[in-house]
């Protein structure tokens, strides 16, 4: 089985490509404001297919200024996502691996909300982020190990630890924020959303949220050696401990800048890894990368719901709950018998 899956693996990471590729290009036309395939490809010729000026800067303010840049965060957020997710449970030898599961996002939402209540620039709210995102992971780690060493229970028992500690430091820094001019913004971040994103925060954003997607791609080969143990993956030339520290550091670096641009999503890094590793198998060069784009595909999918599924946007982070545990409970028995060893 091992050997067949393998061998599809390519034509699901090309059909993957494909369908991002076209679900880009009817997000674009998607939306209150509905646009023509023909004038989108007019558009991307670089000709306007509309005769009047006001409709056509009306056209091309909906299509570059409003749905392009939450098109291209829904994928960095969804690869992102996912593909840390694939990363940790690889790195922890642990299917329940999750950047939610290790407080990663709960962690990375307080750093972030901290940053915003001293009014902190952007960048410093980058900074703070992944601080917060990342001394959950090591809060999570350090906890299973002094429980009961590594194991698939003590590191979820890490993670609740984590994840409670954060969750109530995040419950304190809301109580004294401003109830008027911070609260209510604060709370709206928090359930997750695309609607804020625009071309400046892309701009910042994507370089080092595409460049930890990258990183993760290029160390899958070191997370096969790994799996290994670290015996086998020293004889292969792999420097344990840097390829550990270098997976744990850009997997969270991935998912807590993910909080800037669209608030607390759960799951994705949960799901997506396991629905596609019944796809293309459990070699991680292959797996990595597909969980980049399916996760990509299925965030997209779920933004152009929240769009339009009712009159008025529904906040991304409740859609992906919805689904997300629809989704568990529908893998649990394949999760079971994987974790078996099937």
């Known amino acids: 089985m ?8 390519f034509p699901w990471i090309a059909f993957l490509s494909v369908v991002l590729v076209l679900e880009g290009a009817f997000s674009l036309c998607l939306g209150r404001y509905p646009i023509p395939i023909h004038e989108l490809i007019h558009s991307l010729w670089g000709k306007a297919a509309v005769a009047d000026g006001s409709q056509q800067t009306i056209f ?34 642990n299917p329940l691996a999750s950047p939610a599961l290790l407080g990663v996002l709960s962690g990375a939402s307080f750093g972030g909300v901290l940053a915003m209540l001293v009014f902190a620039p952007g960048a410093v709210v980058g900074f703070c982020v992944f601080v917060g995102g990342l001394a959950a992971v090591l809060l999570s780690v350090a906890v299973a190990r002094a429980i009961a060493g590594e194991g698939v229970l003590s590191l ?55 460049g930890a997607i990258l990183g993760l791609v290029m160390l899958a080969p070191h997370l096969n050696a790994l799996s290994l143990g670290e015996d086998e993956a020293r004889s292969l030339g792999i420097h344990v401990w840097k390829s550990r520290l270098a997976v744990i ?20 890094g ?73």
């Open 249 to 268: 550091g850009l997997s969270t670096l991935a998912s807590s800048l993910t909080v800037v641009l669209a608030g607390t999503i759960g799951w994705i």
């Open 156 to 210: 979820v028992l890490g993670g609740i630890v984590s994840n409670a500690l954060f969750t109530s430091l995040l419950s304190l820094a809301k109580y004294v924020a401003d109830p008027y001019n911070q609260l209510p913004g604060i709370v709206y971040w928090l359930m997750g959303g695309l609607s804020g994103v625009d071309r400046k925060i892309i701009s910042l954003l994507w370089f080092p949220m595409t």
């Open 60 to 93: 091309e303010k909906v299509l570059w200024e409003i749905r392009f840049p939450r098109i291209v965060a829904a994928i960095l957020v969804g690869s992102s996502l996912s593909i840390s997710g694939a990363s940790f449970q690889a790195i922890f030898s």
């Open 270 to 342: 949960l799901i997506v890894p396991h629905l596609l590793r019944f796809l293309v198998g459990a070699d991680n060069e292959r797996l990595v990368l597909a969980s980049a784009l399916g996760g990509a595909v299925f965030l997209l999918g779920i933004d152009d719901l929240s769009r339009t599924l009712f009159p008025m946007e529904v906040p991304l982070g409740i859609l992906t709950e919805l689904f997300g545990v629809l989704a568990f409970l529908l893998l649990l028995p394949r999760l079971r018998r994987w974790n078996g060893g099937e």
């Open 2 to 9: 091992r050997n067949r899956k393998r061998v599809h693996a």
